[in-house]
């Protein structure tokens, strides 16, 4: 039987459902209420600036998303258009298709990690000081090309519309885990599911914490690739060199500025290429060796 292909104007006539739209709505309320209970409590999970921020950075980002709607459906569709295979749309299928998109966002949120290029499409979801369900609204602007670690998903040949559904689910998955108020849960769902205990960690940039807990909805991938790390003490959120701004532009674009700062500063091809691709945690000592080496 042949592969049925899609043009993406069918696809774009699909009316696929917006997932994340409809939950819009329970997400701000929810950020609401816990808001309030913090206030109420005078826990200090919020500050209106950086709440602001991150509501601003999330909002550009739908607007980025929708403006390259056209860009994104024509990328999965040529890649899945090139296999001859296909997987059909069924129940089962969105399970496989769940598990292996998520796979696969470990592996890219691992890199965002621990490279320094894909780290500036990332720094803007851990540049907040605060711990909230707003944090989850922080979004890079550039964080769209990380679209290139999809691609295997695709070829696959897991059907676009599931393919699309499935994304949904597991970037609305991430809203959930950025809270406080939600401490350890039962030991078969930590051990399987990346919870907010988890995701406190990664969030941290407590030394014991760093790079660690990348999973998305799975925590498996942690454990079996170990860099899983277990909630111990309390975490200190944001990143080693805070930026210090609540404006929307900086907080997405800091890190590129010092990547275009350092190159600019680089004595030779070896350390341009390094200010650009060492990991982010050891990039001060690399920096400290090219001085010597200057020196």
């Not at 991150?54 to 890649?79: M, R």
């Not at 899945?80 to 890219?108: E, G, H, K, Q």
């Not at 979004?139 to 393919?163: A, E, Y």
Request: hydrophobic residues 45%.
């Amino acid at each position: 039987m042949q592969k049925e292909k899609f043009t993406l104007e069918q696809v774009l006539n699909m009316d696929l459902p917006n997932i994340i739209l409809y939950a819009a709505p329970v997400m701000f309320i929810l950020v609401g209420l816990e808001w309030y209970f913090s206030y109420k409590r005078k826990q200090n999970f919020y500050d209106a600036k950086d709440t602001l921020a991150a509501t601003t950075i999330g909002l550009v980002n739908v607007a980025i998303s929708a403006a390259i709607k056209v860009v994104t459906f024509s990328i999965i569709l040529y890649f899945y258009n090139v296999v001859p295979w296909s997987i059909p749309a069924t129940w089962w299928s969105f399970i496989l298709c769940l598990i292996w998109i998520d796979f696969w966002r470990y592996w890219a949120h691992r890199i965002a990690h621990e490279n320094r290029f894909w780290w500036a499409t990332h720094v803007t979801h851990h540049n907040s000081e605060k711990y909230n369900w707003s944090v989850s609204f922080r979004l890079g602007w550039t964080q769209h090309i990380k679209i290139v670690f999809f691609i295997p998903v695709v070829l696959v040949g897991f059907h676009p519309v599931v393919f699309f559904i499935c994304h949904q689910i597991e970037v609305l998955y991430q809203f959930w885990i950025h809270t406080e108020y939600i401490r350890k849960l039962p030991r078969p769902i930590e051990y399987v599911f990346t919870t907010p205990s988890h995701h406190r960690v990664h969030h941290a940039r407590n030394e014991k914490y760093l790079d660690k807990n990348y999973g998305s909805t799975f925590i498996i991938w942690d454990r079996l690739f170990g860099t899983f790390q277990p909630e111990e003490e309390q975490a200190d959120y944001g990143i080693t060199k805070p930026v210090n701004s609540y404006n929307p532009i900086t907080l997405c674009f800091h890190e590129w500025a010092d990547i275009v700062k350092d190159v600019r500063n680089s004595r030779s091809l070896k350390e341009a290429y390094t200010m650009v691709f060492a990991r982010p945690s050891k990039l001060e000592l690399k920096k400290k060796e090219f001085e010597k080496v200057k020196l």
